[in-house]
């Protein structure tokens, strides 16, 4: 009996002992296989005494009966301590923050086209637009450009065949947004007030020229617009722009065949290691082409030159996000580059809006 006992104690040990399914399949076999201790007990009852065998069968089918209970049981632990095993490895901490592999950014130039506009809108100008594709009326006649004038050569202009036989003009790649000007005024006359950003287009390209740029184009006509109020407009303008209290603006006389008189404007600065400040120092800075509108183009829109005159001005808005991010060759901001969009992007929460501050 006390050879039961002991047979008990160590199939019962091996069994709660075994760490792996198949370390419990081999003390299940040890004990009840076919070669098992207790199977091989259970055949030898068929030839003892019957004493001997009424006393060791009950005790030896009991031992049976209860190690077949705990190998089950013991198979159940191993399979739920797997399965917590793989949920803890899987698990997930939803509490964490995101951890997105590539976030979006907001592109230098829409995002400065979003700063400008706000600007703008905040001295009440509206918001005009034309297409990229121009004829060469709103892109050069309507704008007094007279056809010798350098701009219309094939060299730096975009020309576009027209495939209309009827018409004799061709079209052109827009080589400045100057006709939104012409369009904003025909469809809404005088008085207006507007801005029109977007994409142009010359044939140039360097560290300072790509062949595809962006401008914002500003038009105020009424019955009493001066220079004066330009002036403000744009100072106005660049104060907000680049975020600082003072802004100095110097008019250089110029030409431009739509503008009379006309105005190149350059910006006070300074750079220091190659950084820039705007508003003091001794450097100017070339910013945009400005003047008073010719009164051709005023006619050209049917306005009565009369009443109404006003100003235009034309801004590279490519150059004003270079300046004031830092970035230092303009062909960069249209290689899609991903690591460049991650480091100079902007992001898309962030509106840029004149009471929360434009650029953050
Ligand atoms: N269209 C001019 C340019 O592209 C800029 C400009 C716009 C100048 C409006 C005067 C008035 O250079």
């Known amino acids: 009996m006390c050879d039961i006992t002991r047979m008990r104690s160590d199939h019962f040990e091996a069994v709660t002992n075994a760490q792996t399914e198949s370390e419990l399949e081999e003390a299940r076999l040890r004990a009840m296989g076919r070669k098992g201790e207790i199977s091989q007990r259970l055949r030898s009852l068929g030839g003892m005494d019957p004493e001997e065998r009424k006393r060791q069968a009950p005790a030896l089918n009991a031992l049976k009966s209860d190690l077949q209970k705990a190998i089950a ?17 899987e698990s997930a901490d939803v509490t964490l923050p995101g951890r997105p592999r590539r976030r979006g950014t907001v592109h230098p130039v829409s995002q400065t086209i979003e ?8 001295m009440g100008f509206g918001i005009a637009e034309g297409p990229e594709i121009e004829t060469d009326w709103h892109n050069f006649d309507a704008l007094n450009i007279p056809p010798d004038h350098p701009a219309r050569q094939e060299h730096d202009t975009f020309f576009v065949r027209n495939r209309d036989p009827g018409r004799q003009h061709p079209n052109v790649l827009r080589t400045h947004t100057s006709p939104v000007q012409i369009r904003a005024l025909t469809a809404q006359g005088a008085p207006i007030r507007v801005i029109a950003p977007g994409r142009v287009y010359r044939c140039d390209y360097d560290q300072t020229h790509t062949p595809m740029f962006h401008q914002v184009e500003g038009l105020a006509i009424d019955r009493d617009i001066t220079m004066a109020n330009l002036k403000w407009v744009l100072e106005e303008f660049c104060r907000a722009y680049f975020e600082v209290e003072q802004a100095e603006l110097r008019f250089r006389a110029s030409h431009f065949p739509f503008t009379e008189p006309s105005a190149e404007v350059d910006l006070r600065c300074s750079w220091k290691d190659g950084r820039l400040t705007v508003g003091e120092g001794d450097d100017w800075m070339e910013i945009l082409g400005s003047g008073m509108v010719h009164p051709k183009v005023l006619e050209a829109c049917d306005v009565d030159t009369d009443i109404y005159q006003g100003f235009a001005f034309g801004i590279g808005i490519d150059r004003l996000a270079m300046l004031k991010y830092g970035i230092p060759d303009l062909r960069d901001f249209f290689d899609s580059n991903l690591q460049w969009l991650e480091h100079y992007g902007f992001s898309p929460l962030d509106v840029p809006a004149l009471h929360s501050g434009l650029s953050r």
């Open 73 to 89: 049981r013991r198979k159940q632990e191993l399979a739920d301590q797997a399965l917590a095993e793989l949920i803890s490895k």
């Open 115 to 122: 700063e400008v506009s706000a600007i703008f809108a905040d």
